[in-house]
């Protein structure tokens, strides 16, 4: 599915996110807050432009992917980056490989997230930070209603218009309803091994940045 969308993805997410995703992916950036000499694995990175900040600030990262189209796509556009193919529920990388482990709007595509959030641990420092950027849900009800007729009613005409694969963002909205509301995701998180795990809520909990620390020992 997400080979089929890969050579549109990034235009379909700007436009249906009304220009959002952008700011969303800075603030992602700076609440992992990697510097120079450091090494930031980016999951479900797809096309990479989630990687693009860190590569450009001479930060070491490799974005990482299920989707061979994805990363084809990314590649193309940005060779200097490290593309890998890889799954979340068993990474091809090292114990303790990264400084911080990342992932954007990707782990409600997992079969297994729990198990993703683990393998994340287990690929990352001690002492390293889990930054993760979801759809969640929004805080103020009216709003949640509104949001929910939008999702499931506008979105999937909306894609059928301008995408090659419309039943993908069909499958994009019925995931984003299904999915746990913010604490619900802090427990997985750190029921996973991670601690301190703290979220901040975007565009009125539409999307929620949370971030955790890998213990020490």
Not at 85 to 92: E, F, K, Q, V, W
Request: proline content about 6%; charged content about 25%.
């Amino acid at each position: 599915m997400f080979d089929d969308v890969a050579a549109r993805y990034d235009v379909m997410n700007d436009i249906l996110s009304m220009g959002q995703t952008r700011r969303w992916r800075k603030i992602v950036v700076d609440a992992v807050g990697a510097k120079r000499g450091q090494r930031v694995l980016d999951l479900a990175a797809g096309t990479g432009t989630s990687s693009e900040p860190y590569a450009d600030a001479g930060i070491g990262v490799v974005a990482c992917d299920f989707s061979q189209g994805m990363l084809k796509v990314g590649k193309r556009r940005r060779p200097d980056i490290d593309f890998v193919a890889g799954d979340a529920t068993n990474l091809p990388f090292a114990d303790n490989s990264f400084d911080a482990s990342t992932i954007s709007f990707g782990l409600r595509n997992v079969n297994e997230p729990k198990k993703a959030l683990a393998e994340m641990l287990r690929v990352t420092k001690p002492g390293g930070t889990l930054v993760i950027a979801e759809f969640s849900h929004p805080t103020f009800a009216p709003f949640r209603t509104v949001y929910t007729e939008y999702l499931m009613r506008a979105l999937p005409p909306v894609a059928k218009k301008i995408s090659s694969n419309p039943t993908a963002y069909v499958y994009l909205a019925e995931s984003i309803r299904a999915w746990p509301a913010q604490d619900g995701l802090a427990s997985w998180i750190e029921d996973a091994g991670w601690e301190a795990c703290r979220y901040r809520n975007l565009s009125g909990g539409i999307v929620a940045v949370h971030r955790a620390t890998k213990p020490l020992a």
